[in-house]
């Protein structure tokens, strides 16, 4: 009998609440590295949305793509990139984690009031944007 609840308990974690994802790519390196196991917590954001600083997965491409990133941008906040430095409404970011800062430039963006801003920590090969909350799918954990 405890074997069976075990197993039931099991599946219901890692089924719905611990999604657990492999990293592929190094757009979050130093932080995750290539081919690493790492959990995805869903009930993270049950009562309140992420905050800046908080690295999560994001679901863009279908049901088995997931992608890591860094919540850099809180909805309603000006967002811009000046040589590779976040600027949030006009006031640099610290940013420790990021490696190989890449000399981007991105206009000013406003985010709405459901979208968060994303990046990765590698930022020689990341990528960035807005990101929907509806397209997070969950904090990072470990």
């Given at each position: 009998?405890?074997?069976?609840?075990?197993?039931?308990?099991?599946?219901?974690?890692?089924?719905?609440?611990?999604?657990?994802?492999?990293?592929?790519?190094?757009?979050?390196?130093?932080?995750?590295?290539?081919?690493r196991?790492?959990?995805?917590?869903?009930?993270?954001?049950g009562?309140?949305?992420?905050?800046?600083?908080?690295?999560?997965?994001?679901?863009?491409?279908?049901?088995?793509?997931?992608?890591i990133?860094?919540?850099?941008?809180?909805?309603?906040?000006?967002?811009?990139?000046?040589?590779?430095?976040?600027?949030?409404?006009?006031?640099?970011?610290?940013?420790?984690?990021?490696?190989?800062?890449?000399?981007?430039?991105?206009?000013?963006?406003?985010?709405?009031?459901?979208?968060?801003?994303?990046?990765?920590?590698?930022?020689?090969?990341?990528?960035?944007?807005?990101?929907?909350?509806?397209?997070?799918?969950?904090?990072?954990?470990?």
């Amino acid at each position: 009998m405890r074997v069976l609840v075990l197993a039931a308990v099991s599946f219901i974690i890692f089924r719905w609440v611990l999604i657990p994802i492999r990293t592929d790519g190094s757009s979050m390196l130093p932080t995750y590295s290539h081919g690493r196991l790492h959990f995805v917590n869903r009930l993270a954001y049950g009562t309140g949305g992420p905050a800046r600083g908080d690295v999560v997965a994001v679901q863009l491409a279908g049901p088995h793509v997931v992608y890591i990133k860094r919540i850099v941008g809180l909805p309603g906040e000006r967002v811009a990139i000046a040589g590779g430095q976040v600027l949030i409404n006009g006031t640099a970011l610290a940013e420790p984690y990021v490696h190989h800062r890449k000399s981007w430039d991105l206009d000013g963006v406003t985010l709405g009031p459901r979208e968060y801003f994303t990046i990765g920590d590698n930022r020689a090969v990341s990528d960035y944007g807005r990101m929907p909350a509806d397209k997070i799918l969950g904090k990072v954990v470990f």
